[in-house]
């Protein structure tokens, strides 16, 4: 059941970033979920950088958290993709 939280918490990340970013027509909805997968671990991470929790399960705030991670994860393979 974990698995599936995982994959609906990155989804709906996900897909909320892509949104967000402008991406949405460019991307499906596996990259969608895996953005937000990444993005969910690369959001805990800056957020315990800031010295506050992560992703803490279902929650309007992990959700949260995983968009701003997912948006970074966009903004970066923007930035890195633009450069080479």
């Known amino acids: ?3 599936l939280l995982w994959l609906i918490v990155g989804g709906l990340a996900g897909w909320i970033a892509s ?3 402008k991406t949405d027509a460019q991307q499906g909805v596996l990259a969608d979920i895996i953005l937000g997968i990444i993005g969910a ?3 805990g991470f800056l ?14 705030y992990s959700i949260i958290v995983a968009v701003i991670g997912a948006s970074v994860v966009i903004f970066a393979g923007r930035v890195l993709s633009t450069r080479y």
Do not use: E
């Not at 957020?47 to 309007?60: A, E, K, R, S």
């Open 47 to 60: 957020m315990n950088l800031l010295g506050q929790p992560g992703v803490t399960g279902f929650d309007i």
């Open 19 to 21: 949104v967000i970013m």
């Open 1 to 3: 059941m974990n698995i």
């Open 41 to 43: 671990a690369v959001g």
